[in-house]
């Protein structure tokens, strides 16, 4: 199988990678990555030399590109390539518009164009708005109702991949993920901001109280819900990937001070995001019955091996960490709004 991987640099899409690779000896990738801030191909260090292996710089949103990437056809897209943070979409959502609404249009198109036969749109629940207590759920059937321009710019692109589908028959299939964590986590989200702070005898900013709930989700888990998705999903289909493992921000911080061996004087209150969804909650019984999925990381296990990741890769985040990448990443891609 011939897999054209789009953001194959950044967090999930290396792990993805890693893990097709390993898995399948006889898989082809093709990773198509414009090396945002948050592409890095240190990611693929220890499989960059693979011969089924082949890395392609470009913009999922040129045409030019993405023909180049996908040369003689692939037999699937799974587009993993966004602008994923919410708190840098609040401050310039001009680049999520043209990435996850534009570069998403662009890969349907060759798509339909019979270039790849089919394609994968990795999405997140953040599209459904949020969940008010742990006991609602957000279903395939539940309506889009965005909070965030980073949201609302994925919403844009799973809504498009819906309209293909429906208009032209189009054969992609839509997934709805919860918060992913593991290794090769960009140290600006939540898990890898807190350890990698910490580990820098440095305070960690919580919003307001930190009672917002988020749900997780491990690497190895999610690849093996899109592994699953790629060989029995049916096109024009919606799968939400969760796993029930809900925690409050607080109860995360409090677990990673804990590991650590630090006290709550580290905790530094912060005003909360603007527009901040209170909770997030997924309901995977469709991809849990239809196709045999089912997470398998216990969150605890999962997080302390991520804790002891970034303990052990310190060269790896402190590099993204320091005032030389801030200051190249504030000259050629922060002001570009
Ligand atoms: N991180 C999460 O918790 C989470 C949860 C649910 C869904 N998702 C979705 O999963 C996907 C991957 O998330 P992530 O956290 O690994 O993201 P990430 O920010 O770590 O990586 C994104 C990658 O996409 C690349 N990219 C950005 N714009 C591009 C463009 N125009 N053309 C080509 N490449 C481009 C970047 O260089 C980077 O390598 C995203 O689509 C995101 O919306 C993420």
Redesign the pocket.
């Known amino acids: 199988m011939k897999i054209l991987v789009?953001?194959?640099?950044?967090?999930?899409?290396s792990n993805f990678i890693r893990y097709v690779l390993n898995k399948y000896p006889d898989y082809k990738i093709i990773n198509?990555?414009?090396?945002?801030y948050?592409?890095?191909l240190e990611n693929l260090r220890d499989i960059e030399n693979n011969p089924n292996y082949t890395f392609v710089k470009?913009?999922?949103?040129k045409t030019e590109d993405v023909d180049r990437a996908l040369g003689e056809g692939a037999d699937v897209v799974i587009?993993?390539?966004?602008?994923?943070?919410v708190d840098r979409s609040i401050l310039s959502p001009r680049a999520f518009l043209?990435?996850?609404i534009f570069?998403t249009y662009t890969l349907l198109e060759a798509v339909r164009a019979g270039k790849a036969k089919k394609m994968i749109q990795?999405?997140?629940?953040?599209v459904f708005g949020m969940v008010h207590n742990v006991n609602e759920e957000f279903t395939e059937e539940t309506k889009f109702d965005p909070s965030s321009p980073y949201s609302a710019s994925?919403a844009g692109g799973d809504l498009m991949a819906n309209a293909y589908w429906r208009t032209y028959k189009t054969p992609v299939i839509v997934t709805h993920?919860?918060?992913?964590?593991g290794a090769y986590?960009?140290p600006e989200?939540l898990i890898p901001l807190f350890v990698t702070n910490l580990l820098e005898n440095k305070k960690i900013p919580v919003y307001g109280e930190g009672n917002q709930f988020r749900e997780w989700i491990f690497t190895e888990d999610h690849c093996r819900a899109i592994d699953a998705i790629l060989h029995k999903g049916e096109a024009g289909e919606v799968y939400n990937i969760g796993t029930r493992n809900r925690k409050a921000n607080i109860e995360i911080t409090k677990f990673i001070l804990n590991y650590l061996g630090k006290d709550e004087s580290y905790i530094e209150h912060v005003a909360d995001r603007p527009g901040h969804d209170f909770g997030y909650a997924v309901n995977p019984d469709k991809l849990i019955g239809k196709l045999g999925w089912k997470p398998e990381t216990n969150f605890e296990d999962g997080l302390a091996e991520t804790i002891e990741w970034y303990k052990n890769n310190e060269s790896w985040w402190k590099k993204l960490k320091s005032k030389e990448y801030q200051e190249y990443y504030e000259k050629n891609y922060a002001s570009k709004k």
């Not at 789009?6 to 899409?13: I, Q």
């Not at 587009?79 to 943070?85: I, P």
């Not at 990795?122 to 953040?126: L, Q």
């Not at 993920?177 to 964590?181: G, M, V």
């Open positions: 789009t953001g194959g640099a950044g967090f999930m899409g198509l990555d414009k090396l945002t948050a592409g890095n470009g913009d999922i949103a587009n993993y390539a966004a602008e994923s943070h043209d990435t996850d570069g990795i999405s997140t629940d953040e994925k993920s919860c918060n992913f964590y986590q960009y989200k």
